[in-house]
């Protein structure tokens, strides 16, 4: 199972939005409503910011949002702030009954 | 509060065994999915294993089968990797996490590393 595709990096000014694209296939993103994305800083565990493609776990700001298209799933964050600067991976389930993440992107808040 | 704590990690060499461990408190433990994520030294997240709820539905990442096992003790709470034949480029941090292959993984621990070098 190959890694999902993520651009390795996205920046934006505070205040403005941005958008991280994650293409599969459709024995992945494209088949199922089963894509995660995550946030992590430096030197810390990854968080769950949004699953099942849209959802937002209780706590997590609602500057996050997802959302898919064919077999490209999206994470956007609105009103950028300093502390949204970190990496982010996407998962997805997939057709072989297992998971598979993104290749990550680094997020730069300049 | 609900908490995953690994331990068992370390140094050992190419073709040795190590075994992990992740105890669960705060919530329910056996109404849960369980999974190993791990990373490797400044690359991405890598899906390791899951386990069901009731140990009746394991998967393994091509990478990882055949050499390591998944598991789960209801009354430790305390879900498992059992980790043979390490090569060098098992090394990374092993991260638990609360979750199967659906709905997200929700709670993750701290990692714990595993380094495999003669």
């Known amino acids: 199972q190959s890694a999902l595709t993520q651009p390795a990096s996205v920046s934006g000014s505070p205040g403005q939005s941005i958008t991280i694209s994650c293409t599969g296939t459709s024995s992945d993103v494209g088949g199922y409503n089963y894509v995660s994305w995550y946030q992590q800083h430096p030197g810390k565990a990854p968080k769950l910011m949004i699953s099942d493609v849209s959802n937002r776990p209780s706590g997590v700001s609602n500057r996050f949002s997802g959302s898919k298209s064919v077999s490209t799933a999206s994470l956007t964050i609105s009103g950028l702030q300093a502390e949204d600067e970190a990496d982010y991976y996407c998962s997805s389930y997939t057709s072989s009954s297992t998971s598979v993440f993104g290749t990550g992107t680094k997020v730069t808040v300049l | 509060q609900v908490q995953l704590v690994e331990s068992g990690g370390g140094l050992v060499k190419p073709g040795g065994s190590l075994r992990l461990s992740c105890a669960a408190s705060g919530f329910t433990f056996s109404d849960y999915y369980m999974s190993w994520i791990r990373q490797a030294p400044g690359k991405g997240l ?11 539905y394991i ?32 090394t990374a941090v092993y991260y638990c996490t609360r979750g199967g292959p659906y709905y997200g993984l929700d709670v993750w621990g701290q990692g714990t590393t595993v380094t495999v070098s003669s």
């Open chain 2, 46 to 56: 890598e899906w390791v294993s899951y386990i069901s709820s009731t140990s009746s």
């Open chain 2, 59 to 90: 998967k393994y990442a091509d990478s990882v089968k055949g050499r390591f096992t998944i598991s789960r003790d209801e009354v430790k709470k305390s879900l498992y990797l059992q980790m043979n034949s390490l090569r060098a480029d098992d």
